[in-house]
């Protein structure tokens, strides 16, 4: 398993399905279906993931030398 950050690549609004989905090993389309899914289901869904985007880092790009 992976570190669990924000990835710079696949994301789509603030790349927390991208993040989870790499972290647990699955596709990020399977993650984001899950939580189109558990948005039919009563919860805060949407207030944790805002509060994942807030909380969890953007992975770190490669920095190039000039």
């Given at each position: 398993?992976?570190?669990?950050?924000?990835?710079?690549?696949?994301?789509?609004?603030?790349?927390?399905?991208?993040?989870?989905?790499?972290r647990f090993g699955?596709?990020?389309?399977?993650?984001?279906?899950?939580?189109?899914?558990?948005?039919?289901?009563?919860?805060?869904?949407?207030?944790?993931?805002?509060?994942?985007?807030?909380?969890?880092?953007?992975?770190?790009?490669?920095?190039?030398?000039?």
């Amino acid at each position: 398993m992976s570190a669990l950050v924000r990835p710079r690549d696949g994301r789509w609004i603030g790349g927390v399905c991208a993040g989870l989905a790499r972290r647990f090993g699955i596709s990020a389309n399977t993650m984001r279906a899950i939580f189109a899914v558990s948005c039919l289901l009563p919860g805060p869904q949407f207030l944790i993931y805002i509060a994942l985007w807030v909380v969890l880092p953007n992975e770190k790009s490669a920095s190039t030398a000039w």
